[in-house]
């Protein structure tokens, strides 16, 4: 490929161009470079150069015992940080056969929708702010800080929290958890129809994403693009349907599922999703039962011999974990699937033909976390 | 003349939505109450952070500078990135017999990832997070604390 550009620009065949858009572009939300050959304004084609904050996470945790694998996760998609988290936990109870608290479990769904709320809000912020609309950023952010102090108040930390571990939680949530969760739910049920008429309403913003960054089903499974992304082109994906884990299997909900496969029908499924998310929130906020905060647990988590693995859905897509374990207390191998990493790579095939500034809108559509991507 | 009339529908929509998404803008403009912002540098005095905000890992001592630290180095193994570094040292006790005890207990707090599992698994409860979070500086050297402070002591549990 790299050979036929250079023949093309250096020999003048024709007249494309070549841009770097990055390493360091406010829309890439991240030190990710897109390198693509325009005609005219026309995207032709796009490579994604990745990497650039890679860390060896996967390396590292063959270093690491089980729970200081954790705080590695939260180190990925930062911003879905206790899914991650989660997701570790529940693979190594699940190799040990360890039963957890049904307490653990309600306040690990919770928490994991509060985190789905609070990514979803930041997407949202960012997604116009990419657009031009500055106004949703500001209070995108404020709403999302609700979220954040809660966070604070129970874990000490805003955005990477630690707080699951190997057989429970960390310690238990603070006394005020459920007041203020409930405050945040009259609250944010205020709020969020402001959003739609701040930025969905709008008819320069929906002229904008209507129509572009086609993603047909088909692509989208063949691309293994999951979560909203995926769910945009009418591909069931929710690893909370599919395969519940904690207490999602309690729960009433929906999974949205759009047809028009484009950066619209997108962005509509994030914006139904916040509301589902209220609605789960809703019905376990009350129903947390009393108990153990963690399950026993041997002071030094060994894994017996074999290979293990584990779903969970984040709030970007699937991120899928699997671990080697020789019965040692580190794991021999250890291997993320992490969503975005296949998000991304499906932006060649949707992009083309567009217009250069239908880019930002469609890689803002896929909400893509750089630091997910490279690990 | 139907393109005229789209046209000029597409004005006036376009007009609503602007009016619709101002109308937001403008409630909050109007409305002091709402406002979010903190004026940080100034309520300093006043700002307080959440009891479990995990600004730094502190070893509380109480008011005879006593603490709770045996040594035993358990926080040091588990620390995912040596951001701990135990020395202890051998001093005879009341009997006569040779007993390990802290001499410095080092933290590093350029390196600290924040993951809790010194406070966790220390078994005697020696450790803490303070609250503090104003930690620029600089020179790096000067986030390498020592937590035991000078002279302090283990605190004997009355048995
Ligand atoms: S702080 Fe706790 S774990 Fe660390 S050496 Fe002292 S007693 Fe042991
Ligand atoms: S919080 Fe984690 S990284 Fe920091 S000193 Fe304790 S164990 Fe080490």
Redo the contacts between chains.
């Keep these: 490929m790299s050979e036929e550009i250079i023949k093309d620009v250096i020999i003048g065949e024709n007249e494309d161009y070549i841009i770097n858009m990055g390493p360091q572009h406010p829309s890439t939300h991240g030190v990710l470079r897109f390198e693509v050959c325009l005609k005219g304004e026309t995207v032709k084609y796009l490579i994604p150069h990745i990497g650039y904050i890679h860390r060896g996470i996967e390396k590292m945790c063959e270093a690491?015992t089980y729970?200081?694998i954790?705080?590695?996760t939260d180190r990925m998609d930062y911003l879905s940080a206790h899914m991650n988290n989660e997701a570790v936990c529940l693979l190594v109870e699940d190799a040990l056969q360890v039963e957890v608290p049904e307490r653990v479990k309600y306040i690990r769904t919770i928490l994991d929708e509060l985190n789905r709320i609070a990514s979803h809000q930041l997407w949202w912020c960012a997604f116009g702010m990419d657009l031009g609309a500055l106004?949703s950023f500001f209070?995108g952010l404020?709403d999302r800080?609700h979220i954040l102090d809660i966070f604070?108040?129970?874990?000490?930390?805003r955005l990477?929290h630690?707080f699951v571990?190997p057989g429970g939680l960390?310690?238990d949530v603070?006394p005020n958890f459920q007041k203020r969760i409930k405050e945040f739910i009259t609250y944010f049920r205020k709020k969020l129809p402001?959003y739609d008429?701040?930025?969905t309403?709008?008819?320069?913003f929906q002229n904008r994403v209507k129509g572009i960054g086609h993603m047909s089903k088909e692509t989208a499974i063949g691309y293994g693009v999951t979560g909203p992304s995926g769910r945009g082109s009418d591909y069931s994906c929710d690893i909370r349907k599919i395969a519940p884990y904690g207490a999602y299997d309690k729960v009433q909900f929906n999974e949205i599922l759009e047809t028009g496969c484009d950066t619209w029908a997108r962005y509509k499924v994030r914006m139904a999703e916040m509301w589902e998310s209220l609605s789960i929130l809703e019905q376990l906020v009350d129903n947390i039962p009393e108990g153990d905060y963690t399950a026993k647990m041997k002071?030094i988590i060994k894994l017996p011999a074999g290979e293990y693995f584990q779903r969970v859905e984040t709030a970007r897509g699937e991120l899928a974990v699997y671990a080697v374990s020789d019965g040692n207390k580190s794991p021999l191998r250890m291997r993320f699937r992490t969503p975005n990493f296949s998000n991304l790579f499906v932006m060649n095939e949707i992009t083309a033909g567009h217009k250069i500034a239908d880019l930002i809108a469609i890689s803002g559509s896929l909400d893509l976390v750089i630091p997910d991507i490279d690990r | 003349m139907n393109s005229i009339l789209e046209y000029f529908a597409?004005i006036f929509?376009?007009i609503s939505?602007?009016w619709?998404?101002m109308?937001?803008?403008g409630k909050y403009f109007f409305s002091p109450g709402e406002i979010?912002t903190q004026q940080y540098p100034e309520n300093r005095a006043t700002l307080k952070m959440?009891d479990?905000?995990?600004g730094e890992v502190i070893m509380p001592h109480d008011e005879n500078n006593l603490h709770a630290c045996t040594g035993c180095g358990i926080c040091e193994m588990?620390c995912?990135n040596g951001s701990i570094e135990i020395i202890t040292d051998r001093v005879a006790n009341a009997e006569g017999k040779m007993e390990r005890v802290i001499d410095k207990h080092i933290y590093h707090l350029s390196m600290c990832?924040?993951?809790?599992?010194c406070i966790?698994?220390c078994p005697s409860n020696a450790l803490a997070?303070g609250q503090k979070f104003e930690h620029a500086v600089f020179d790096r050297s000067k986030l390498t604390k020592v937590l035991n402070q000078p002279g302090s002591k283990l605190r004997k549990e009355a048995k």
């Design positions: 690491n729970p200081q954790i705080h590695l106004t209070y404020r800080e604070e108040e129970s874990f000490g930390s990477l630690s571990m960390m310690h603070h402001e008429q701040l930025l309403g709008n008819v320069i002071p | 597409d929509k376009g939505s602007l619709a998404g109308r937001i803008t979010v959440e479990r905000f995990k588990n995912p990832t924040f993951c809790e599992l966790k698994t997070w």
